[in-house]
């Protein structure tokens, strides 16, 4: 989930996209204003997002929208973050508005640019970033899952045999008493193991290439049973 300079040029404000065109294209601003009929203070108030600077709204997207095809930009995108600018500057304005008329008891408030809003959407876009890849980071180094069907802990028996089965997620390397063991496509896996008599530690484990592993351990006591003692009566 990473994001390239391209995917961030759509959060640039009028006034860097003009500019950087201008720039780019090594055009003075006197030379554009004879060009475009459009005085050279208009165009530097829209490359400095001063737009309180222009005559007003028709005359500033009149002017963005000739400014913008001499750059050889797309009209319908610039327009579109025009208009966009615009309805944050007049709610800036009706901010100060307010302001003016309710000193006394005005509590502050955030004021946010074209500028700021584009460099809040690159911060926010930067922490998911971030926190995708902590994901990524933890789900590589994190242990798998690993359940125990059968036996349950503590197992006493006769047998002189047992099935360890269990389930964890597919494609995870399982051993049981270091012994490879296959899984299916669903992660689930089952082995039959010879028992002794007495005690019989039986060690489970699952792990993905480069993760610490998941361990579980079942004790199984194996007591045979005592032959039933068939009494004759006595003569």
């Given amino acids: 989930m990473n994001f390239s300079a391209k995917q961030l040029d759509q959060y640039k404000t009028i006034a860097e996209m003009l500019k950087a065109a201008r720039v780019e294209k090594g055009a003075a601003i006197e030379k554009i204003e004879k060009i475009i009929k459009v005085n050279k203070k208009y165009l530097l ?3 400095e997002g001063r737009y309180d600077k222009l005559p007003g709204e028709i005359y500033a997207k009149n002017f963005t929208k000739a400014y913008a095809s001499f750059l050889g930009l797309s ?21 100060e508005t307010d302001k003016k008329y309710n000193t006394k008891y005005q509590t502050p408030r955030l004021i946010i640019s074209p500028k700021i809003f ?20 933890s789900a590589i180094f994190s242990p ?20 360890v089965e269990g389930q964890t997620l597919p494609e995870i390397n399982v051993t049981i008493n270091n012994q490879q063991i296959l899984t299916d496509q669903n992660g689930h896996f089952s082995k039959s193991i010879d028992l002794q008599d007495g005690l019989n530690i039986i060690e489970i484990k699952a792990k993905k290439e480069r993760s610490k592993e998941s361990k579980e ?6 007591e045979q049973e005592k032959p039933v003692e068939i009494q004759t009566p006595a003569n």
């Fill in 75 to 95: 009209q319908k995108k610039v327009l579109e973050t025009l208009e966009r600018e615009l309805e944050i500057t007049k709610k800036i304005n009706q901010t």
């Fill in 118 to 137: 584009r460099n809040i959407i690159i911060l926010f876009l930067s922490l998911a970033c971030l926190a995708y890849l902590g994901w990524q980071i």
């Fill in 45 to 47: 108030a829209l490359e």
């Fill in 144 to 163: 798998p899952p690993l359940k125990i069907i059968y036996p349950d802990k503590d197992l006493i028996t006769s047998d002189n045999f047992i099935t």
């Fill in 217 to 222: 351990v079942r004790q199984i006591m194996v």
